[in-house]
Every structure is written in C-alpha cells, then in structure tokens.
C-alpha cells in the first residue's frame, strides 16, 4: 500500500474484476506425413489453402492420412478453425529426405567499350565525346533468346557537347547510368571509381541481360543524322579483353555452364516442392526465375502452382546482394518456400558441388560484377557478371518417411511426432494421428492425452479389421493387430472406416472415423456445448460420408459398446443417414469418465482453471487468497450449471483443506466438488394397459 505523507487529493486504482477467461474447445492436433513444411514441429492451420501451402497436397504413397483427415477437419461448417499439424519425419541417418533443388544459371552480360582515338601516338585520349563533341549512339540489346528488347527494335541516344563536365556524366544522363528500364548501364574509369582495367577516360556500355545469345549493339556516330560513324568502339571479349576498335560493334555474352550458379534448395525436404506438370493441365509445385529489371536489379520469383508466390528485388551488388534478400538456411527467413546460395559446381545430377563462393566484386553503376579469383577455367574472365532470365522447377525432393513408427511417436532428442504436441504452446483439445492404426502408434497418442491431461485421444479402428467380433477382439488386444487392450478415460475410438470422396485425389477413399469423431466433437461445440454429447440424430449425423466399411446390426451395436466394450459404433439408419450412435471413452472402470462427455467436460473445467487461477501462485497463503480462488471459481462454476454441464457443484478452499502442514510445505488446495449432467443414452417408454373402468 502507498505512504501519503504531505496533504493533498490521491486516487488509488485497484483492479478486482477478476474472472475465468474463454478457452477455444475446438483445438485439434494431428500428428501425420507430409511432402513439404517444417518436420516434426507444431504448425498453426486455419484454413485447407493454407494447409496445401504448408504441407502440400494429399498423397496416396505418404503412410496413414493426415492430409486427407486434416482437410476434412478445416472444411464446411462442422469443422474446426484451428488446427495444429506436425508433420512427422525420421531424421535418422538413414532418412532417404531430400530438399528439392534447381539452378539459376549466370554468365557474363555483353559489353562494348567507348575508347576515344588518341591524338598521336604515345600521346593521351582526345576524350570530349558528349562534353566538348557531340555523341550520336545507336543501340540494340537481345535477351539470350535472341528476343530484341526495345519495342522499336533499337533506340538512339544524343550525348549533346556541354550536357556534363566529364564523359561519365554525359552518358549517364542520358542512358541512365545503370537504373534504367532500357536493358543498358553504363560504367566509365574515373578517379574513385572501381575501374574496368581499359584504361583512363575507357568505359563501357553493358547489356542487363547475361548469357549465351545475348547481344548488345553499339553504333557511334558525330552528327544527329547518323551518317559519319567514329572508329571508337571495341567489344569486350569472353575473355574479358577487348577487340579491335570500330564504328559498330556487336558483343556477346556468355553462360557459365556447370561453373558458377545461384543454387536453390526448398526450405525443407519434400517431393511437393518438386515441380511436376499433371495430365489435367495444371502445374504442382515450386519454380524459380530472374527476370532483368533494368540496371543493376533483378526480379527474383518463386512460384508456386503454376502461380507467382513471390518476388524479391536482387543484384550482384551489396545493396541488394541476392545473399542479403534471399535467405541462406532455414532461419530468419525471408522466402517461405526456398533458400540459395552462389555456388560452383554442376547441378545437372543432382550431385551439386555445395562450395559456396564469395567473389562478386562491386561495380559502380552497372552493379552486375567481376570476377575476383579465377573459378571459371582458362581463357575466361568476363568483365561484367549477372544472372540469365531463365525459369527453372525444383526437382529431386524426397519426403524420406523412412521408419514410419519412429517418425510418428518422435524421441527426446527431436521432440517431434506425437511427441511435438505435449509442448506448452500447443493448446489442442482433441488429437489425433489419421488413418494410422498401429499399436506402438495409437497407444503413444493415449499416452500423451494421459501425461497432457488437456486432450483426447481419438482413435480409429483399423480398415479391413473385420466385423463386430473382430473390432471388439482388436480393442480389447486378442487380435493379431493389437496385443493390449485399450483402456484410458483420455481415449476414444471409432468404428467402422467411412467412405468419403476426396476431390485432390479425384476419387472416393476410405477414411479413419476417428476424424470424423472429432469433426462431430466440434460440430457439437459449435451448436451447443462441449459437456452435450456429440452423438445420435441431434450432433452426431454425417453429411459427407456415403457408406460404412461393414453395416452393424443392433446386436452389433450391443456388443460393441456394452459387456465392458468400449467402441463407438457408426451406423446407416435407412431414413436418417450415417450417424455416430456411441460416445464411451475407453475407460472399463464404470464411473461417470466411461463418457466423452464427461471427460471433455472435465477437460474444459481443467483448462479453464490452470488459466484462470495463474495467478495466485506466489501470493500469501491466508484467508483473503483463499476466499478470491472461490470468487473465482463459483461464478465459473455456476455458469457451467445454467449451461447444463452439472447439476451441484462446491467449493472448498479454507482451513480444511489449508491445513497447517499444507501451509508449512507453501501449498494452497482447492477442492472442487462437481456433479456432472448425464447423458440419456437410453430413453424407455413404458405402455400400461389398463381395463375401462380405470380412471385417469
């Protein structure tokens, strides 16, 4: 409390609205493969576009169907919106994964030096061209394919006399010094500049396009009708020396086939990041491309599907190195798809030689860059270097399932499979691991719900498990598919698989119907509350499924879920539609958590207190901190009674519970009393038949 000291009007502010927070109750985890996205990590997904961005397409040859299941989890009304998916991956020494790779060729952009006669021999450069002496040039550039890339086919330039103190300007203003849309720059040698080694007062007019049949043309003249040409221009060779002076020259650059690339690999191992070219038209996967943007820029492109996903302004030059835009690894990440460096090597294999190279040396202006250390063999040493406008598709990714278990259930080491989702940050309330039945699998997930205690375990039943005595067989682990009996309040399975058709794959599947437990789970909290069970005609019919792996009679039903059996059957009512007919947990024990809906109500009331009673840890262990955890756990309470989750509830936190050996050990307890509402799962009619002379 604050001292006041010397007179005067205080306001003191104290915060006592103290209350229970919100929690989503439709939070799922699934735990599955993938052909693309981060391995073995928890991902937020809310929506199925961005679930195909991330982690790529259904795929029949991927283990299991935590695709296809999170998909239908994100989609139509009865869904979920939030998602978190781990795609699970053996990061073993043996794991086959692999990035997926593509090649930005380089080469050299061609080059024609402006070098003024001299006035005799021995004697320096006249120079004065566009200072003193009027320059007239004509110029035509081509891109590698031979494509003229002035829509007049070639353009003219006046360098008038007096338009700038030293040639370097003159041209510079005139044809833009490199920032150009034109597909031309201009480098001159001058005092602090970095010099193309021609000579002082030498300087070059070079091409923005790189590589094998990419042309530059250049055409000097001294009058403005083009008629008397000037002897002052040379090419610049492959070899970075210069030809022999004349009026017009033409100069050419070159590719530096399997010597020096920029080298691309997807962020992550996958083949869906591997372009391919379907039957129906349309594109999958990822591609890269330059395109020139004038000067010294390029654009650099990802694509994505056929599509544009992004774009980055790049260079050779430091203000936009390509190193500096395009992220290196997979960390700080500027490209969500690729990462790249400038290597050399060949990459035609898929055996790229990765030894990264650091030797683009700035040049002014032009910006595109020399060699420093000779990596490209003898007799080549371009003067200007740049990247060729191609496109390429990655290729050569493998998703590497690998040990499909030991991917699934994860280790200490990575914590990733199922083992990704018992982190702090990842608030599921349902989870599950699609179309994967395995033993070691599904009792791992159980396992988690069990150690988590904010989650559960939907299971489902095995595809070709057989009928109803078989089902019940493998549940209670007398089958050659289990060994153990499934038996925890933190579990739920289902049974049998339901048909649905898949429109990425173009065709009907049979499908887990632990999904469609929980889509029906979310469905129920969306239209009533997590305590209602989400079962029966009311929450539990299924609109897109078409038809059941086995059709179950009522003695089917009977057996599977009671005698101590714990499954949930799905049934096709000839006039009602397929239907989850069955909400017991797997819980033997018969207590009120044999219900998920119970259990999903205990789950809530957990959840919702860890949250809201945060708090209080740290303060004083009296009387005054004990009466503010029942504020704030009576109106919760009570709120959950006129919602139709229990009938009675207490309380109690106070000397009882506080003994003083609780105190002395610095524990506060709390105990909470609770009568959950139950279900109706069985509504009997009785008809009495009475004589006439009975009276109402």
């Given at each position: 409390?604050?001292?006041?000291?010397?007179?005067?009007?205080?306001?003191?502010?104290?915060?006592?609205?103290?209350?229970?927070?919100?929690?989503n109750?439709?939070?799922?985890?699934?735990?599955?493969?993938?052909?693309?996205?981060?391995?073995?990590?928890?991902?937020?997904?809310?929506?199925?576009?961005?679930?195909?961005?991330?982690?790529?397409?259904?795929?029949?040859?991927?283990?299991?169907q935590?695709?296809?299941?999170?998909?239908?989890?994100?989609?139509?009304?009865?869904?979920t919106?939030?998602?978190?998916?781990?795609?699970?991956?053996?990061?073993?020494?043996?794991?086959?994964?692999?990035?997926?790779?593509?090649?930005?060729a380089?080469?050299?952009?061609?080059?024609?030096?402006?070098?003024?006669?001299?006035?005799?021999?021995?004697?320096?450069?006249?120079?004065?061209?566009?200072v003193?002496?009027?320059?007239?040039?004509?110029?035509?550039?081509?891109?590698?394919?031979g494509?003229?890339?002035?829509?007049?086919d070639?353009?003219?330039?006046?360098?008038?006399?007096?338009?700038?103190?030293?040639?370097?300007?003159?041209?510079?203003?005139?044809?833009?010094?490199?920032?150009?849309?034109?597909?031309?720059?201009?480098?001159?040698?001058?005092?602090?500049?970095?010099?193309?080694?021609f000579?002082?007062?030498?300087?070059?007019?070079?091409?923005?396009?790189?590589?094998?049949?990419?042309?530059l043309?250049?055409?000097?003249?001294?009058?403005?009708?083009?008629?008397?040409?000037?002897?002052?221009?040379?090419?610049?060779?492959?070899?970075?020396?210069l030809?022999?002076?004349?009026?017009?020259?033409?100069?050419h650059?070159?590719?530096?086939?399997?010597?020096?690339?920029?080298?691309?690999?997807?962020?992550?191992?996958?083949?869906?990041?591997?372009?391919?070219?379907?039957?129906n038209?349309?594109?999958?996967?990822?591609?890269?491309?330059?395109?020139?943007?004038?000067?010294?820029?390029?654009?650099f492109?990802?694509?994505?599907?056929?599509?544009?996903?992004?774009?980055?302004?790049?260079?050779?030059?430091?203000?936009?190195?390509?190193e500096g835009?395009?992220?290196?690894?997979?960390?700080?990440?500027?490209?969500?798809?690729?990462?790249?460096?400038?290597?050399?090597?060949?990459?035609?294999?898929?055996?790229?030689?990765?030894?990264?190279?650091?030797?683009?040396?700035?040049?002014?202006?032009?910006?595109?860059?020399?060699?420093?250390?000779?990596?490209?063999?003898?007799?080549?040493?371009?003067?200007?270097?740049g990247?060729?406008?191609?496109?390429?598709?990655?290729?050569?990714?493998?998703?590497?399932?690998g040990?499909?278990?030991?991917?699934?259930?994860?280790?200490?080491?990575?914590?990733?499979?199922?083992?990704?989702?018992?982190?702090?940050?990842?608030?599921?309330?349902?989870?599950?691991?699609?179309?994967?039945?395995?033993?070691?699998?599904?009792?791992?997930?159980?396992?988690?719900?069990?150690?988590?205690?904010?989650?559960?375990?939907?299971?489902?039943?095995?595809?070709?498990?057989?009928?109803?005595?078989?089902?019940?067989?493998?549940?209670?682990?007398?089958?050659?598919?289990?060994?153990n009996?499934?038996?925890?309040?933190?579990a739920?399975?289902?049974?049998?698989?339901?048909?649905?058709?898949?429109?990425?794959?173009?065709?009907?599947?049979?499908?887990?119907?632990g999904?469609?437990g929980?889509?029906?789970?979310?469905?129920?909290?969306?239209?009533?509350?997590?305590?209602?069970?989400?079962?029966?005609?009311?929450?539990?019919?299924?609109?897109?499924?078409?038809?059941?792996?086995?059709?179950?009679?009522?003695?089917?039903?009977?057996?599977?879920?009671?005698?101590?059996?714990?499954?949930?059957?799905?049934?096709?009512?000839?006039?009602?539609?397929i239907?989850?007919?069955?909400?017991?947990?797997?819980?033997?024990?018969?207590?009120?958590?044999?219900?998920?809906?119970i259990?999903?109500?205990?789950?809530?009331?957990?959840?919702?207190?860890?949250?809201?009673?945060?708090?209080?840890?740290?303060?004083?262990?009296?009387?005054?901190?004990?009466?503010?955890v029942?504020?704030?756990?009576?109106?919760?309470?009570?709120?959950?009674?006129?919602?139709?989750?229990?009938?009675?509830?207490?309380?109690?936190?106070?000397?009882?519970?506080?003994?003083?050996l609780?105190?002395?050990?610095n524990?506060?307890?709390?105990?909470?009393?609770?009568k959950?509402?139950?279900?109706?799962?069985?509504?009997?009619?009785?008809?009495?038949i009475?004589?006439q002379?009975t009276?109402?």
């Amino acid at each position: 409390m604050p001292n006041f000291v010397s007179p005067g009007v205080y306001v003191i502010e104290k915060d006592i609205s103290e209350y229970t927070p919100t929690i989503n109750p439709s939070v799922v985890g699934v735990v599955g493969f993938a052909d693309k996205g981060e391995p073995n990590k928890a991902t937020l997904i809310t929506t199925p576009t961005q679930l195909i961005n991330t982690f790529g397409r259904p795929n029949e040859d991927l283990p299991g169907q935590g695709i296809e299941g999170s998909l239908e989890l994100l989609s139509g009304p009865n869904g979920t919106s939030q998602l978190w998916y781990v795609r699970a991956m053996d990061e073993s020494a043996t794991s086959t994964a692999s990035e997926a790779q593509a090649t930005v060729a380089m080469g050299s952009c061609p080059a024609v030096n402006i070098n003024p006669p001299p006035v005799g021999e021995g004697e320096t450069p006249l120079g004065g061209y566009g200072v003193d002496t009027d320059l007239f040039l004509r110029v035509r550039v081509t891109d590698r394919h031979g494509t003229s890339l002035f829509p007049e086919d070639s353009r003219e330039f006046a360098i008038l006399a007096d338009t700038a103190s030293t040639q370097a300007l003159a041209l510079r203003n005139v044809l833009g010094g490199g920032n150009t849309t034109d597909h031309i720059g201009v480098h001159w040698d001058e005092v602090g500049d970095q010099g193309s080694n021609f000579g002082d007062n030498n300087g070059c007019i070079v091409g923005a396009h790189a590589g094998d049949s990419a042309t530059l043309t250049v055409q000097a003249f001294s009058d403005a009708d083009m008629n008397n040409e000037l002897t002052i221009l040379q090419d610049v060779k492959a070899d970075g020396t210069l030809g022999t002076a004349a009026a017009a020259q033409t100069a050419h650059g070159i590719t530096f086939n399997n010597t020096l690339h920029y080298f691309v690999e997807s962020l992550f191992e996958g083949a869906g990041y591997n372009q391919a070219f379907n039957p129906n038209g349309t594109i999958t996967g990822n591609a890269v491309g330059m395109t020139a943007a004038g000067g010294p820029n390029n654009i650099f492109t990802v694509y994505q599907d056929g599509g544009i996903l992004e774009n980055f302004v790049v260079s050779l030059t430091p203000q936009a190195f390509i190193e500096g835009v395009v992220n290196t690894g997979s960390v700080n990440t500027s490209s969500e798809v690729i990462k790249g460096r400038l290597m050399k090597g060949s990459g035609d294999t898929g055996e790229f030689d990765a030894t990264p190279i650091n030797f683009i040396q700035t040049i002014a202006n032009i910006g595109v860059g020399s060699v420093v250390e000779n990596t490209l063999g003898d007799a080549v040493n371009p003067r200007f270097c740049g990247f060729i406008n191609d496109g390429a598709g990655l290729i050569f990714g493998d998703s590497g399932t690998g040990n499909e278990i030991a991917s699934l259930v994860g280790n200490a080491e990575n914590q990733g499979g199922i083992k990704a989702l018992l982190g702090e940050s990842v608030p599921i309330t349902m989870a599950i691991v699609p179309g994967i039945t395995t033993e070691q699998v599904q009792t791992e997930l159980v396992l988690a719900a069990e150690t988590k205690q904010s989650f559960l375990a939907v299971l489902g039943s095995p595809l070709g498990v057989g009928n109803a005595q078989k089902a019940i067989d493998w549940h209670n682990g007398v089958s050659d598919l289990r060994g153990n009996a499934l038996n925890s309040s933190y579990a739920a399975v289902y049974y049998p698989q339901v048909k649905v058709n898949n429109t990425f794959l173009q065709k009907d599947i049979w499908m887990d119907p632990g999904v469609y437990g929980i889509k029906q789970m979310c469905y129920t909290d969306s239209v009533s509350e997590e305590w209602f069970a989400p079962a029966g005609f009311t929450r539990g019919l299924l609109g897109k499924p078409t038809e059941l792996e086995i059709d179950l009679t009522q003695g089917d039903r009977d057996a599977l879920y009671s005698g101590g059996n714990a499954i949930n059957p799905i049934v096709k009512f000839p006039q009602r539609g397929i239907a989850i007919f069955g909400q017991r947990t797997t819980q033997r024990a018969p207590t009120a958590l044999d219900r998920v809906n119970i259990r999903r109500l205990l789950l809530a009331i957990r959840r919702t207190i860890l949250a809201g009673t945060q708090r209080y840890v740290f303060e004083p262990n009296d009387e005054l901190t004990w009466e503010k955890v029942r504020e704030t756990l009576n109106p919760f309470l009570d709120n959950i009674r006129t919602r139709r989750g229990i009938t009675q509830f207490k309380v109690i936190c106070d000397e009882t519970t506080n003994t003083p050996l609780r105190v002395d050990r610095n524990e506060l307890w709390c105990k909470v009393l609770i009568k959950p509402t139950k279900t109706a799962e069985v509504i009997v009619f009785e008809l009495n038949i009475t004589n006439q002379s009975t009276n109402f």
